[in-house]
């Protein structure tokens, strides 16, 4: 249960941050009292009273000094010294491109050059200034990313895809905070990655994955941009980034699936492997039954005809060979056609008609199969199959090794030919689609980066599957109806021209309590950079596990679909009824859930004291989610061979109204900074002001929602602020609208919201009626300013929004 207590404004500070021994102790409280510190200033010993004071500098000379520099082997960005001691074989040049809106103007890129030609380098470029702190977004093992914090550098991860960096070095004479950032890219053939060495020096790999692909230069790899607003640094330096390099698009660029708007139930799992028709339709009606109709529907692993050759030869490699089974058929197998149903077809057909569901999603791994195709298949020959083994980079394994990749190296993967992939997809997707099949998810897509070899390499052999994949999503289904999955892989990220969904961590795994945290910490930091690119999907849940009520309010806040595992009669609709409207549709977040701008350098999962606030906008509100991801698990990487032992801790921490980024976006030009709180699961109201703290404390695996609405101020006694729907999680993304409008007998404020359910707004005073539909209904209204009322049944998805009127007469 959540504690909160309204607390006074607190000013901004700088403390200096200790380093510490790894970066899962960076310690650090949204509610630490910050100092301010002014530097002392130099004067004239003589004719003080007629110094004519120094002019600010013009925007062009700002420009300039915010600009990445190199000079002398010391790297300077937004005005301050970034890296220190570079050697004198590392480039910075300019990045920009004609006509980009948006341009910060201090973007450039940092290469090398190395003395003979390779098909790896290792470059280090210098050491971390004091002064800096940061976040890394680094693989762990080679199909996921996971955050990292720290200052130094020996202590940045191998394999780091995003390097955040901030400094609050009040003897640089700035107020606030700077923050660099630092994005390993694509450059040709050659991918970049980051990494810190026990020199204490940063370095970037620089590698093509086939031996036959040499450089002896990288002239952009390593992207560097500064700015004084951390998320707005992401886009823009993204949507740069995708302007420059041409081969992906921001997320504001692509079409974005309609199924994310509607609740969802994967079948993974549910049955693994064994998923049959009969399981599935038992599935869709309890959850049916239960009032939380899916509307969409993933056919996961286990519907392809795939054969073990391995096990047939030799039975005791079964368990090795688990991940070497190839596809050797683009139909259905024998467990879709038969007497329950003749085909996938007949099974689709019945799953749209009877259980009312509007998308059907089928699994498939990027190669077919885990283990690829065989290559012997007669449906498979007119591929050009054949079988590679897959070569690991050694940052592959810097981290942590990966069973399934441990079984591909062995037995080789069934892979296609790169100039016939388009054919296998649009053949496979073709198929699909004709039997009423809405789109696919795509698995395993990582492993292209291990088989570059005689392909020309990991960058190109993934950007043609890649682009092969999107080609025959566009031809073969609507709206872009496509989830990458096991493709965070730089090579992916900046390869996706038209994706615009993908996961944001491993997997969900309701068997392992100690990973729950982990899972809501990596899914918020990982969508940082995930999020500017895709629609992050946070993954399934169970809605009936010990962890549900921590997931389902971590997944309404996510900005993605939300999507249970359930086994067939096994719910809690108590949590799913707090995500899911009757008519199967979510109050889904305008952006990517991430964490606020305190918590991004703090270990919200080891540090014993951080909490975990995650942030979005719907369309008339923020919404700031507050988690105790402390005491219950610990990072998977690095290895501890001690046993964690799980323990409760309590956590007071703090948060405000300004830590929703772009509140003043929504809040309107007239807005006085005032804003309601509304606690979901205290139910308690409180009106703050922008920088106005509210404590909150909690004990491990515990979480509290807060809906943040601009208190709209209609006239001199109609002070207004709308919650939603506040029996959802995210009860602000039930609004639509608001407006007033003005007699000379009464206000009158206007509020189109969906529902059905228990609408909320802040109202300073009693309003003298409230109608929904133009009829009126029954209200309370608290002494904190809760007004509240009941929403009937409607078909809200559809454009029935309930037209709400709510009345205050002219004294």
């Not at 976040?135 to 093992?141: E, H, I, N, V, Y």
């Not at 929703?660 to 309601?676: F, K």
């Amino acid at each position: 249960m959540a504690l909160t207590r309204l607390m006074s404004p607190r000013l901004p500070c700088s403390l200096p941050l200790p380093s510490p021994p790894s970066y899962k102790n960076i310690s650090g409280c949204c509610c630490r009292r910050l100092l301010t510190h002014r530097a002392a200033m130099p004067v004239a010993a003589q004719h003080l009273s007629t110094a004519t004071p120094t002019p600010p500098p013009t925007p062009q000379r700002q420009q300039q000094m915010m600009a990445a520099r190199l000079e002398h082997g010391s790297l300077h960005v937004g005005g301050r010294e970034l890296l220190a001691r570079a050697p004198p074989n590392v480039t910075l040049r300019p990045a920009g491109v004609a006509g980009a809106e948006g341009a910060p103007g201090a973007a450039a890129f940092l290469g090398a050059r190395a003395a003979a030609p390779s098909s790896r380098h290792v470059f280090p470029i210098g050491t971390l200034a004091s002064g800096w702190r940061w976040l890394s977004l680094f693989r762990f093992k080679i199909w996921w990313m996971a955050p990292a914090t720290g200052a130094g550098a020996a202590a940045v991860p191998a394999e780091t895809q995003m390097l955040l960096l901030e400094s609050r070095d009040a003897a640089a004479g700035k107020q606030g905070a700077v923050y660099a950032l630092m994005l390993p890219v694509l450059d040709g053939d050659f991918r970049a990655s980051l990494q810190g060495s026990p020199e204490d020096e940063l370095q970037f790999c620089f590698e093509s994955g086939d031996p036959d692909i040499q450089t002896m230069e990288a002239v952009d790899a390593v992207f560097i941009n500064s700015g004084d607003n951390p998320f707005k640094l992401m886009k823009e330096s993204i949507k740069l980034l995708s302007k420059i390099k041409g081969t992906f698009r921001h997320i504001e660029d692509k079409e974005i699936p309609a199924n994310l708007d509607w609740f969802g139930w994967c079948t993974w799992d549910a049955f693994y492997k064994a998923v049959n028709p009969t399981g599935i339709e038992e599935g869709l009606q309890s959850l049916r039954e239960g009032g939380a109709p899916p509307r969409f529907l993933i056919i996961d692993d286990g519907w392809q005809e795939t054969v073990d050759e391995v096990k047939e030869v030799d039975e005791t490699l079964r368990e090795q060979s688990v991940f070497a089974q190839r596809l050797t058929d683009l139909k259905e197998n024998h467990k879709f056609r038969g007497e329950t149903c003749k085909n996938l077809g007949d099974l689709v057909k019945t799953i749209k008609e009877k259980h009312g569901v509007k998308f059907v999603y089928m699994w498939h791994a990027l190669l077919g199969y885990w283990g690829g195709v065989l290559a012997t298949s007669d449906a498979m020959k007119e591929y050009n199959p054949k079988l590679a083994y897959p070569v690991q980079s050694p940052g592959n394994v810097a981290n942590l090794r990966d069973i399934a990749m441990d079984s591909l190296e062995k037995f080789g993967v069934g892979i296609i030919d790169p100039d016939k992939i388009y054919e296998f997809y649009n053949d496979q997707h073709s198929y699909l689609s004709g039997v009423g099949v809405d789109g696919v998810k795509v698995d395993v897509q990582n492993v292209l980066e291990t088989l570059g070899h005689g392909f020309g390499g990991r960058v190109a052999v993934t950007r043609k599957y890649q682009h092969a994949l999107e080609e025959s999503i566009a031809q073969n289904f609507k709206r872009n109806n496509l989830i990458c999955c096991m493709s965070h892989n730089s090579d992916s990220i900046f390869s996706a021209l038209k994706s615009a969904v993908a996961r944001a961590s491993e997997d969900f795994m309701p068997r392992e309590p100690t990973l729950q945290t982990l899972h809501i910490a990596s899914v918020a930091f990982n969508s940082i950079l995930l999020g500017e690119i895709f629609i992050p999907d946070w993954d399934m849940f169970h809605s009936k596990h010990e962890s549900a009520e921590f997931h389902g309010a971590a997944r309404a806040l996510s900005g993605g679909g939300v999507y249970v595992s359930d086994k067939p009669g096994v719910h809690d609709f108590s949590v799913l009824k707090k995500l899911v409207l009757p008519d199967g549709s979510i109050l889904r977040a305008r952006h990517a859930g991430r964490p606020t701008r305190d918590c991004l350098f703090n270990d919200p999962v080891m540090d014993g004291k951080s909490l975990l606030k995650i942030w979005n906008l719907n369309n008339l509100s923020g919404v700031i989610g507050v988690f105790n991801c402390q005491g219950a698990g610990q990072w998977v990487w690095p290895v501890n061979d001690t046993a964690y032992v799980p323990t409760s801790i309590n956590i007071t921490g703090c948060l405000s109204p300004s830590e929703v980024e772009s509140l003043e976006e929504i809040a309107g030009h007239n807005w006085n900074g005032d804003s309601a709180a509304y606690a979901f699961n205290s139910g308690s109201l409180s009106r703050l002001q922008k920088h106005q703290n509210l404590e909150v404390s909690l004990s491990t695996m515990a979480c509290e929602i807060y809906t943040i609405s601009p208190i709209k101020v209609f006239s001199e006694t109609v002070q207004f602020a709308p919650l939603g729907l506040i029996n959802m999680f995210n009860s602000g993304g039930a609004l639509n609208d608001v407006s007033s409008t003005t007699d000379s007998s009464a206000t009158t404020v206007h509020v189109r919201c969906r529902g059905p359910g228990r609408f909320g707004a802040y109202s300073a005073t009693r309003p003298e009626l409230c109608r929904v539909s133009e009829q009126e209904v029954e209200f309370s209204h608290t002494e904190d300013g809760l007004l509240a009322f009941d929403l009937p049944h409607c078909s809200s998805h559809d454009g029935d929004l309930w037209h709400i009127e709510i009345v205050y007469r002219t004294s």
